[in-house]
């Protein structure tokens, strides 16, 4: 399922949930998100924001990520393998002001 990070600023991306995650959390939409923590290196393809082109970039494969739920409260979440590697990419486009070419 899709779920949503966001930001104050109004930036969102959406990122892969799995039902069994949802489950757990009872929220899709994940507010200032931040990763605490990140187990495990593994490299990974994902196309460039600004240019499309495949391009392999490191990530954890388990991250624990810090976040505000719909009525404000802090919640903190562990996620592993693809769950993991779509949150880390859509909180580092988050965060990202200048959705800059990671080719260069
Ligand atoms: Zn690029």
Redesign the pocket.
């Known amino acids: 399922m899709n779920a949503l990070v966001y930001n104050d600023r109004g930036c969102s991306e959406r990122f892969r949930l799995e039902p069994s995650s949802f489950k757990n959390l009872k929220c899709l939409l994940f507010k200032n998100p931040s990763i605490l923590d990140g187990f495990g290196e593994k490299k990974i393809i994902r196309k ?1 924001f ?2 499309n ?1 495949d ?1 392999i970039v490191a990530v954890c494969e388990i991250c624990v990520v810090r976040f505000e739920d719909d009525s404000g409260e802090i919640k903190t979440i562990t996620l592993s393998n693809n769950e993991s590697y779509d949150i880390q990419t859509a909180i580092y486009k988050l965060n990202s002001i200048i959705k800059d ?3 260069l």
Do not use: G, R, T, V
Request: some cysteine; overall charge positive.
């Open positions: 460039c600004a240019c082109k391009k070419c990671m080719c």
